[in-house]
């Protein structure tokens, strides 16, 4: 049984961080954020789960869940973006971008 949950734990914590890792790379702020409550209670089930005692069963599912998260959360990734975007508007950031300021010219005051 703990070796399943650390199996678990680890693919959701991997999965988790690659999801985040593509939001923000590709700017989805709010889906960024949202993965951070999948990250912090995958790290507490590994945390409780690994100190002790660890059989070689247990170490085999707590290392084979790392490539079969990012594995899904690559393939997932698309699809989720494409999912949660259908029929909604992109926001209007363009108050967030600093002004555009003209190039200074040789000899114009500052």
């Known amino acids: ?3 399943l949950a650390l199996f678990a734990s680890t693919f959701v914590l991997v999965m988790a961080l690659g999801i985040q890792s ?3 790379n590709g700017g989805h702020r709010l889906l960024a ?3 951070s409550f999948a990250i912090g209670a995958a790290n507490l089930v590994v945390l ?3 100190p002790g005692h660890t059989t070689g069963l247990e170490i085999a ?4 869940g790392g490539p ?3 594995w899904c959360a690559m393939a997932l990734h698309p699809w989720l973006v494409r999912t949660l ?3 909604t508007v992109p926001p209007d950031l ?3 971008a600093p002004a555009p300021t003209s190039p200074r010219r040789p000899g114009q005051p500052d």
């Open 61 to 64: 599912a707590y290392l084979s």
């Open 85 to 87: 975007r259908r029929g």
């Open 68 to 70: 079969a998260g990012i």
């Open 48 to 50: 409780k789960q690994m």
């Open 1 to 3: 049984m703990i070796a």
């Open 22 to 24: 593509l939001n923000v």
């Open 33 to 35: 954020c949202a993965t």
């Open 94 to 96: 363009s108050h967030c």
